[in-house]
Structures are given as structure tokens and as C-alpha cells.
């Protein structure tokens, strides 16, 4: 296998909206929360691509390290992403907590509902970028539509959630949950070649790409996921429309088209070197 283009699989969430991103036709007009790119049957790839269509704030919940969750009988922890592509103007996004607090004190807060007070709301706008750890308390705010990477594994503790009658996590959740203010990592920058690094170290690397010409893209052993934000381009000669998401696993060729945007992402803790002449 060299590229794949993933399948698309629509997630049923209880904030989700009939409205999605441009790219994604949607002719039926059934709301949709999340559309979740799958690898192919028979794999278990370490990333997960999603794309996230908010219409009300997303439950307060964490995330486990890989020791946590293999100690809990998953096969790894999640670390996740998000890069927000429209943003409504009022639209948050809660990251942390507003001071470091005790877990107690967040068990508490999960149970009379001042959790929702205690977390870090911070207004977000199209075009930013956030990496979250695992043990990062957290909830995706109302109006966004995002681009989440993440740890290929569905496990959420969930804190509270509004008074949903969705089961809650609190004993798991809370033992994993580092509850102080978020400490937003540095976003290493341009990397001179057409490359935009998002992040790198943490469980992945994530760049966006914006350059001309073809190129080798050549990752060994490591799979890489390209996400086709806009434009256009070719992947192994296979066109690859705005919406898509293509898993390479060993090396590709990709020419990207006029006006294209791409991120891409891989599961290195340290920039690798990637590219040869097409």
C-alpha cells in the first residue's frame, strides 16, 4: 500500500449541525457531528483524522496517557489537535483550568456543575491551532468547525455534560486529569520550504503545506495522513478533491494544485526529513 483515500464514515453526536464545512456535500440535510476518515479493515494505525461540526458545547471531558489507558486495557492513550477552520464570532474553546485546582475540587465541580466556571473559556478564531495533551481538561465550545488529529483511540472520560443523561467518567476521569491553566506550546513556524509546522514533538507532528511542484514524500516505516483543506491536488497521480483525506504509508509523490492547502500529519515525536525532488 502507498496512499489510500480513507473512507468516510459520518458520526452521530449530540451537537452536530446540517450545515457543514463547504467541502463536504451534504444532500440529505441530516445533522452531522463528525465525520471520522477510517483506515483500512484489519489495521490499527496510530492517528485518527476528524473532522468536528459543533452546534452547542461539547461535554467537559479528558483523555488518558498510554499508560493509563494500556494499564485500563486500551492499546494507547490520546494526545489530540485541533485546527479550526470557521469559527463563529462568538465561538470558545475551554483548555485547562482558570487556576490550578485540586482534583477534589474538580470532582466537585463535576457534580454541581461549577466545573463549567472553573474551566479556562478562551475565544478562538479560523486559522488558529492547539495541541492538547492527554490530562489537558477540556471542552469544545458551540459554532467550530475543526479538523481534530488525535491518538487513534475512542476513549473519553467525560467530566459533565450539561445534564445530559450521557454516562459520566468521573472516578477514571478525574484520576487522570491534570487540572492547572493550559500552557498553549509554541508553534514552531515556517520551515522555509512551503511548510508550516503546526507542532511537533508530543505524539505527532502536524504541518500545513502551501507549496508548488511535485515531491517525494517518503516516511519509511511511518504512515502519514494528508488532509485536503482546499484546492486540489495528486497524490500518486490520483486526484485528491478538498474534503479528502489520504493515508500514505511509505512514500507517495504529491503535486498539489493552484490555491491548495494541505495539512498533514504523522506520528513522530521529532521532525523527520521528508522530501525529494518528484
Known amino acids: 500500500m502507498t496512499a489510500v483515500n480513507l473512507e468516510r464514515k459520518p458520526a452521530d453526536k449530540p451537537s452536530r ?3 457543514l464545512w463547504p467541502r463536504f456535500d ?3 440535510a441530516e445533522k452531522v457531528g463528525e465525520i471520522w476518515f477510517q483506515a483500512p479493515a484489519g489495521t490499527d494505525e496510530p492517528l485518527l483524522i476528524k473532522y468536528l461540526f459543533t452546534s452547542d458545547r461539547l461535554s467537559i471531558q479528558v483523555h488518558p496517557d498510554d499508560v493509563a489507558a494500556q494499564a485500563a486495557g486500551y492499546p494507547r492513550g490520546k494526545d489530540e489537535a485541533w485546527v479550526v477552520l470557521d469559527a463563529e464570532p462568538d465561538a470558545t474553546i475551554a483548555l485547562g483550568t482558570k487556576r490550578v485546582s485540586s482534583r477534589e475540587e474538580l470532582r466537585a465541580g463535576a457534580l454541581d456543575g461549577s466545573i463549567v466556571d ?31 488529529i488525535q491518538q487513534n483511540v475512542d476513549l473519553t ?35 522555509g520550504d512551503g511548510r508550516f509546522i503546526l507542532c511537533e514533538g508530543g505524539k505527532f507532528v502536524a504541518e500545513r503545506w502551501s507549496w508548488t511542484g511535485t515531491r517525494r514524500v517518503d516516511l519509511g516505516e511511518t504512515p502519514g495522513w494528508l488532509i485536503q483543506v482546499a484546492g486540489s491536488s495528486k497524490v500518486d497521480g490520483n486526484d485528491v478533491p478538498a474534503g479528502d483525506c489520504w493515508l500514505i504509508d511509505g512514500g507517495a509523490s504529491v503535486t498539489p494544485g493552484d490555491a491548495s492547502d494541505i495539512v498533514f500529519a504523522y506520528p513522530l515525536a521529532k521532525r523527520a526529513e521528508l522530501f525529494s525532488a518528484g
Open 118 to 148: 472553573l474551566m479556562h473559556w478562551q475565544p478562538v478564531k479560523a486559522g488558529e491551532f492547539y495541541y492538547s495533551p492527554a490530562g489537558t481538561v477540556h471542552a469544545i465550545g458551540a459554532g467550530l468547525t475543526i479538523i481534530e
Open 157 to 191: 472520560y467525560r467530566l459533565y455534560d450539561y445534564g445530559s443523561d450521557r454516562e459520566l467518567h468521573l472516578s477514571a476521569g478525574i484520576e487522570v486529569s491534570d487540572p492547572v491553566p493550559f500552557e498553549k506550546p509554541p508553534i514552531p513556524g515556517d520551515a
Open 26 to 28: 451534504n444532500p440529505s
Open 17 to 19: 449541525r446540517e450545515t
